[in-house]
């Protein structure tokens, strides 16, 4: 059985691809590379012992689409391509639009052509805005974004919904990701982010490993535990088993319709407390100072995960250490390539 994963050569991704070929299913990955690179399917091989099947190309590009529902007919699609780098989609706001809302628009126009209905959709936390409630439930209001990344995942969402709406045979889940660290336990793949990390984990694999001098901790003065941004990080591993528990269930199950499920760990972590785990955790010292606070942020954000265990039978098993040690060997192979 085939399953179309757009994004598929990514960060989350590659994670993805391990799973779903390690429980037999066939992944069809279609990416253009505009942040990844071909050597990271080679290490997925290395992983399962089996080469993904790979087409370079854009989900924009309708005659791509076709030739790769032509060629394999996937069952359902795992849908991650898209760009994601919150500040740069303030500075660029059609090119992540057109990115991300118009690729979907295409993908779905040739799903429907193909008859594909199934498609699980890579949303993210950030859809929630600044929360009113912690732990954050799916019923929580959606669309207060601050960023066109933020929005484009909530327009999306939107089309998705009213796509099931519509089409009675359509199943669609929007997985609402809180935040993904880590790398897998081989050290073979992981996140490499170009130019100077957005996120928190990245940065501080860079510190520790000696690549930057230290980080800024943006902001000390929140309502948490220590003052500093709490977050509810979840390993990659099991975001991606997440993955394939939404696909298994669909194929599984005939239930129709859109639903949006939080995948996170339901606990909160400040960034100082992250910045120790770490330390822990590798060994290393990561130094760091006080900084403002980061435009746009919120004091805290992390899930109620019980929906993810009702629909799904899925939970977060890797704890932070896991997180730190992973992404530490990780950090350590991407150093000495
Ligand atoms: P990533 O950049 O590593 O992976 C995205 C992949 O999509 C890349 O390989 C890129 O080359 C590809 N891509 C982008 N635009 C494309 C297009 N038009 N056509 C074909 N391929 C295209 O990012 P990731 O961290 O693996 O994220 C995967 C998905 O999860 C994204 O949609 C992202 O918005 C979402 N997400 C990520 C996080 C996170 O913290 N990493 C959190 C929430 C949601
Ligand atoms: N953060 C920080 N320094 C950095 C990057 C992030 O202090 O260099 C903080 C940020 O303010 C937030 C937390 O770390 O409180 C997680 O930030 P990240 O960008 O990784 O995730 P997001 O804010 O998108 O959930």
Redesign the pocket.
């Known amino acids: 059985m085939k399953v179309l994963v757009t994004g598929g050569a990514g960060y989350i991704g590659t994670h993805c691809l391990v799973e779903l070929m390690q429980a037999g299913i066939e992944p069809v990955v279609l990416d253009n590379l505009s942040n990844a690179d071909p050597s990271a399917l080679a290490r997925v091989e290395q992983i399962t012992g089996q080469a993904p099947i790979f087409i370079e190309g854009d989900i924009r590009d309708h005659r791509v689409l076709e030739l790769t529902f032509q060629a394999h007919r996937p069952q359902a699609v795992l849908h991650l391509a898209g760009l994601k780098a919150?500040g740069e989609s303030v500075e660029k706001p059609l090119e992540y639009y057109d990115n991300n809302i118009a690729g979907t628009l295409q993908l779905l126009h040739t799903m429907r052509e193909y008859q594909c209905r199934q498609i699980v959709f890579s949303s993210s936390?950030?859809v929630y805005g600044d929360p009113q409630t912690l732990p954050i439930p799916e019923s929580a209001p959606i669309g207060g974004t601050t960023n066109p990344y933020g929005t484009s995942k909530y327009m999306i969402e939107r089309i998705l919904s009213d796509w099931a709406h519509a089409d009675p045979q359509a199943q669609v889940i929007a997985l609402r990701y809180f935040?993904p660290v880590g790398a897998h336990p081989s050290g073979l793949i992981g996140e490499d982010p170009k130019g100077l990390?957005?996120?928190?984990?990245p940065?501080i694999q860079k510190v520790a490993v000696g690549e930057l001098e230290q980080?800024?901790?943006?902001?000390d003065d929140y309502d948490t535990i220590d003052g500093?941004?709490?977050?509810d990080y979840l390993h990659v591993v099991d975001l991606a088993k997440g993955h394939l528990a939404a696909i298994q269930r669909m194929l599984r199950e005939s239930d129709t319709g859109f639903e949006a499920i939080n995948l996170g760990t339901g606990n909160g972590i400040s960034?100082l407390q992250m910045v120790n785990a770490f330390e822990r955790a590798s060994d290393q010292t990561v130094a760091y100072q006080i900084a403002p606070?980061?435009p746009g942020?919120i004091a805290a954000?992390y899930a109620d995960a019980s929906c993810a265990l009702d629909k799904l039978n899925w939970r977060a098993e890797l704890d932070l250490t896991q997180m730190c040690q992973d992404a530490w060997r990780w950090q350590q192979f991407i150093a000495g390539k």
């Open positions: 919150v936390a950030t935040n990390p957005n996120n928190l984990m940065f980080l800024s901790v943006f902001g500093t941004g709490v977050r960034v606070r980061r942020d954000c």
